[in-house]
């Protein structure tokens, strides 16, 4: 049997709530089943305001619009991440400056931030690698200190906490991913996360192409027009009644990761001791939701060994990202602020296994192959 990487998860009512969608009349945005998953992330994360997006990127985009990133604005960020987190800012004309990561969680080294900023930094990227929290009481309070905004891209971090508190609440605004890859899922989707109640009306209107269209839906406005810059940054109400079936079924979703990441971690502590690999490290403070689980090898030689013994063996593991620093793209409109040496030692060596609910009936060959191949 091939194991793959990633297979997308249903709960079974998916089609039960796209067809009541259809029955409804109402397949464009902001139906019945986007107003429920905006009231379950509000509730359940304690943002503001959340609004749905066609995808994480989208809601990247509205964060740089409503930061009013202007050309030149510089925006310090990880290299080791997706290429949304910085193309959303470089759509406005932001400069991406790029920051080390820690060796332990992979995620920004925030002893690093504040040597990176400059009188043009506007604001702060965060990106919580795994789903495991940044170090943000000492991001924020750089932030506070030199009146910078803090965006949290939290696209693997749904169910996840950093003191007890639900990623995506502690940051200005924050973006969520429904991408199929990730721990809940609509295929494609997203969600902004507002913190600051001063920008709750300008995302509304961000989100509904600069117009002021929530307003007039609420009755605040006799009609709606042209206020504000924008684009349609909305969900159709298929992807949303999608999403609420995933919704619903979250805590028993998080649950079976963890059991998998957790079953992954145990049988892999004996191979780091031996230094033939690295497990994640996990704060005390934070708690994960078990997006992914991956391991460190000694060189890429070795992981690239490794990945080749799995695929022999039909089971698909995979790197993750090439540094942005290093990146065609990023170094023509970005930057790097200092020393990079984890960043690239963590792109050779990484390598992420797979992680799926299913896959438990498989999960003993596949540790046994992992535990032959390093």
């Not at 749905?52 to 619009?65: G, K, Q, R, Y």
């Not at 979250?250 to 998998?260: C, E, F, G, H, P």
């Not at 230094?275 to 490290?281: A, D, Q, T």
């Not at 799926?356 to 032959?372: K, R, Y």
Request: aromatic share 8%; hydrophobic share 40%; glycine share 8%.
């Amino acid at each position: 049997m091939n194991i793959p990487f990633n297979k997308p998860y249903m709960t079974g009512k998916e089609l039960w709530y796209i067809s009541q969608a259809h029955a409804s009349g109402h397949l464009a945005g902001d139906g019945q089943f986007t107003k429920k998953c905006n009231a379950w992330l509000e509730q359940r994360i304690g943002c503001q305001k959340a609004l749905l997006t066609h995808s994480c990127t989208a809601a990247l985009e509205m964060a740089a619009i409503l930061a009013d990133i202007q050309p030149g604005d510089e925006v310090i960020m990880p290299s080791y991440t997706f290429v949304s987190t910085a193309n959303a800012f470089v759509l406005r004309g932001g400069v991406p400056v790029f920051v080390d990561i820690r060796p332990d969680t992979l995620n920004i080294d925030e002893t690093k931030i504040e040597a990176a900023i400059t009188p043009r930094t506007k604001a702060i990227a965060v990106v919580h690698y795994a789903g495991v929290g940044c170090e943000m009481d000492t991001i924020m309070d750089i932030a506070r200190r030199h009146n910078l905004l803090v965006i949290e891209d939290a696209a693997q971090g749904i169910m996840s906490s950093y003191k007890g508190r639900p990623l995506g609440s502690i940051g200005h605004l924050a973006a969520l991913s429904f991408h199929e890859t990730k721990n809940i899922i609509s295929g494609e989707g997203g969600a902004l996360l507002v913190n600051d109640a001063r920008l709750v009306a300008r995302a509304e209107m961000v989100r509904e192409k600069g117009t002021n269209r929530s307003q007039f839906f609420r009755g605040q406005v006799d009609k709606y027009t042209w206020v504000d810059v924008g684009s349609s940054y909305l969900p159709g109400e298929v992807i949303a009644a999608f999403l609420w079936a995933q919704m619903e079924e979250a805590d028993a979703i998080t649950k079976r990761r963890l059991d998998i990441w957790g079953t992954y971690h145990q049988w892999f502590a004996s191979l780091e001791q031996a230094g033939k690999l690295r497990r994640p490290v996990l704060p005390r403070e934070c708690t994960h939701n078990a997006h992914m689980y991956y391991i460190l090898l000694p060189t890429l030689q070795r992981r690239t060994q490794f990945i080749e013994a799995l695929k022999a063996k039909n089971i698909l593991s995979v790197f993750h990202y090439i540094p942005l620093h290093s990146s065609p793209r990023g170094q023509q409109v970005g930057r790097a602020a200092g020393d990079m040496t984890h960043t690239n030692q963590t792109s050779d060596r990484l390598v992420r296994l797979p992680l799926w609910l299913g896959l438990e009936e498989h999960l003993t060959d596949v540790i046994t192959q992992v535990m032959a191949a390093v």
